[in-house]
């Protein structure tokens, strides 16, 4: 069973940058697209992006400008960094798989909570 | 972008209940919608993909319909663990989008 764990601080502060990074067991990493979606307290989900095992990257054309994403298969890792972080960008960060054709999300890690604050 | 936008954004039902729940997308993705439910503190779990799939494990009583722009999730009879919040996403293009939600309470 595929299993995603997303890691990295709780709390970063304003203007700084947000780091996270999910390791994958359970599976293989390579030839998939694995993405990073993140959900405000009591709002819907927003799409980051997504990055695949050769290093291609699609951005959120509304975070474009602030976000990175690497991977790193030797570690089974792929990461996320958002910089000049505001405290609209407090949020559960979760990463996931997205599979085949139909860009289908099944596999999530649990979500990790970041809030921007000083 | 494409805009997906949900409706209604809550609603009250009752256990036995048939429940409908709509995705408009602002053009055209033909069938490259999927629908998440969600449980609050969880990670989404897909329900339904290409519009119309039942994802594995997932009870019949769940179905999904449309093309195009207009796409429709329906419970066909509401079970107390049904009770949560669904999302619509379309995948035919980047960035993938999703509704902002429909959160289904207890009547």
């Known amino acids: 069973q595929v299993q995603l764990q997303e890691s990295g601080p709780g709390l970063v502060k304003p203007s700084e940058t947000l780091s996270l990074t999910c390791t994958v067991s359970g599976g293989s990493i390579i030839n998939y697209y694995w993405g990073w979606i993140r959900q405000p307290a009591g709002k819907g989900l927003e799409w980051i992006g997504r990055i695949n095992t050769s290093g291609s990257t699609n951005y959120n054309p509304s975070l474009k400008s602030r976000v990175t994403m690497s991977v790193d298969t030797s570690k089974s890792q792929f990461s996320l960094k958002l910089s000049s972080v505001t405290a609209a960008d407090t949020a559960i960060y979760y990463c996931?798989?997205?599979?085949?054709?139909?860009?289908?999300?099944?596999?999530w890690g649990q979500g990790t909570l970041v809030t921007v604050s000083s | 972008d494409i805009q997906m936008t949900q409706s209604p954004s809550s609603l009250s039902a009752s256990v036995g209940d048939r429940v409908s729940i709509t995705c408009r997308a602002s053009?055209?993705?033909?069938?490259?919608l999927n629908w998440y439910q969600q449980n609050p503190g969880k990670a989404p779990k897909l329900l339904i993909y290409?519009?119309?799939n039942l994802q594995s494990g997932v009870p019949s009583r769940f179905s999904g319909s449309g093309f195009g722009t207009d796409f429709t999730l329906t419970i066909s009879s509401l079970q107390p663990e049904d009770f949560a919040t669904y999302s619509c996403q379309q995948t035919y293009s980047t960035p993938r989008t999703f509704g902002q939600g429909t959160k289904v309470e207890i009547k």
């Open positions: 053009q055209s993705i033909n069938n490259y």
């Open positions: 290409a519009a119309s």
């Open positions: 996931a798989r997205e599979n085949g054709d139909y860009g289908l999300y099944v596999y």
